[in-house]
């Protein structure tokens, strides 16, 4: 910039005409030529320290830190927090770091215990250490993250893996999560970055094993059905057998009870036909049938046989 002002104020000069014109002085041409030099040089000088002033300050933002690079001595130890900060024009250059928390995702294939393939994916939070930005800058640049977490993800995600059968990456996910943040924070600690979280976020198997295991789970369940299905047919079997044994017992008994006292079988006719009134008055429609049927004529010596008379007869009708 300087130069440009200096050329500019050069070619300014040149045209200035040395001699006076006509009728004038050849002495005020030459005062006039020496003015316009001096305002030149004046304005080079202002131009040369407005372009130092402008380039020696510089602001680092909120969550950055800047480290700078001398061209005699190299990189400076010092790092430069958050604000104004000055340096060397054209001497020194800024190089701005951002420490703030930021995600990097990778995905990888690789192979549990029992040899199944797994495609598993990782997150992780991570920023570097504000105490080592110039060891980072000096060996990995500013793309630190690019440079190393790929790989140290990618091989502690697969040292993690072989660990476990297929099942248990389901089951014990947590603990695969721990183990695998554990062992990137060891190597990337080599690295000066600072690792905040490590998540897995995805965790898919192979189409034949998850085939597999579809077929098993649904083995599993018509095995469970199948148990369900032998509890209710025992369960059946028993309720058949106890209503069997209740009901020889009570046979039993009934025929106990009618050679012991032949007025049983009166009673329970009494039973039955009170039970045939309650029906008969309850329906709405008129019906007529005979006494004896119906086992309303229970007075009597020959009530017995009346019954079995009116049974026989009714058993004749319904044949008909």
Same mark, same amino acid.
């Given at each position: 910039?300087?130069?440009?002002?200096?050329?500019?104020?050069?070619?300014?000069?040149?045209?200035?005409?040395?001699?006076?014109?006509?009728? #004038?002085? %050849?002495?005020?041409?030459?005062?006039?030529?020496?003015?316009?030099?001096?305002?030149?040089?004046?304005?080079?000088?202002?131009?040369?320290?407005? @372009?130092?002033?402008? *380039?020696?300050?510089?602001?680092?933002? #909120?969550?950055?830190?800047?480290?700078?690079?001398?061209?005699?001595?190299?990189?400076? %130890?010092?790092?430069?927090?958050?604000?104004?900060?000055?340096? &060397?024009?054209?001497?020194?250059? %800024?190089?701005? @770091?951002?420490?703030?928390?930021?995600?990097?995702?990778?995905?990888?294939?690789?192979?549990?215990?029992? $040899?199944?393939?797994?495609?598993?994916?990782?997150?992780?939070?991570?920023?570097?250490?504000? *105490?080592?930005?110039?060891? &980072?800058?000096?060996?990995?640049?500013?793309?630190?993250?690019?440079?190393?977490?790929?790989?140290?993800?990618?091989?502690?995600?697969?040292?993690?893996?072989?660990?476990?059968?297929?099942?248990?990456?389901?089951?014990?996910?947590?603990?695969?999560?721990?183990?695998?943040?554990?062992?990137?924070?060891?190597?990337?600690? *080599?690295?000066?970055?600072?690792?905040?979280?490590?998540?897995?976020?995805?965790?898919?198997?192979? %189409?034949?094993?998850?085939?597999?295991?579809?077929?098993?789970?649904?083995?599993?369940?018509?095995?469970?059905?199948?148990?369900?299905?032998?509890?209710?047919? &025992?369960?059946?079997?028993?309720?058949?057998?106890? =209503?069997?044994?209740?009901?020889?017992?009570?046979?039993?008994?009934?025929? *106990?009870?009618? =050679?012991?006292?032949?007025?049983?079988?009166?009673?329970?006719? &009494?039973?039955?036909?009170?039970?045939?009134?309650?029906?008969?008055?309850?329906?709405?429609?008129?019906?007529?049938?005979?006494? !004896?049927?119906?086992?309303?004529? $229970?007075?009597? !010596?020959?009530?017995?046989?009346?019954?079995?008379?009116?049974?026989?007869?009714?058993?004749?009708?319904?044949? =008909?």
């Amino acid at each position: 910039m300087a130069q440009k002002f200096k050329d500019a104020f050069q070619k300014m000069a040149q045209n200035i005409p040395k001699g006076g014109g006509a009728g #004038g002085e %050849p002495g005020r041409g030459a005062g006039a030529a020496k003015a316009a030099s001096r305002a030149a040089g004046s304005l080079m000088v202002a131009g040369g320290l407005g @372009y130092g002033a402008y *380039n020696s300050v510089y602001t680092v933002e #909120g969550g950055h830190r800047a480290i700078i690079f001398n061209r005699v001595i190299g990189m400076k %130890p010092h790092i430069y927090n958050e604000g104004l900060n000055f340096n &060397i024009p054209w001497f020194e250059r %800024p190089v701005d @770091y951002d420490i703030r928390t930021r995600p990097v995702n990778l995905q990888t294939l690789t192979g549990s215990k029992d $040899l199944q393939m797994v495609t598993i994916g990782v997150r992780v939070l991570h920023r570097p250490d504000q *105490n080592q930005l110039v060891w &980072i800058y000096q060996h990995l640049g500013k793309n630190y993250d690019e440079r190393v977490l790929p790989s140290l993800m990618n091989e502690c995600a697969k040292a993690v893996v072989a660990r476990y059968n297929a099942n248990e990456l389901l089951t014990k996910r947590e603990e695969v999560s721990a183990a695998i943040s554990h062992e990137l924070s060891y190597r990337c600690r *080599n690295f000066h970055v600072i690792l905040e979280d490590t998540a897995i976020t995805n965790l898919s198997f192979s %189409p034949e094993y998850a085939k597999a295991v579809e077929a098993k789970q649904v083995a599993q369940q018509d095995a469970e059905r199948a148990k369900y299905v032998v509890l209710g047919a &025992i369960q059946e079997k028993e309720t058949i057998i106890t =209503k069997a044994r209740g009901e020889a017992e009570s046979a039993e008994l009934i025929g *106990n009870a009618v =050679k012991k006292n032949p007025g049983f079988m009166k009673l329970r006719r &009494i039973d039955a036909a009170k039970d045939i009134a309650d029906i008969v008055t309850g329906s709405g429609n008129k019906v007529y049938l005979n006494a !004896d049927s119906l086992l309303l004529n $229970l007075l009597g !010596d020959d009530s017995d046989e009346k019954f079995t008379k009116s049974v026989q007869g009714s058993k004749g009708w319904f044949k =008909k």
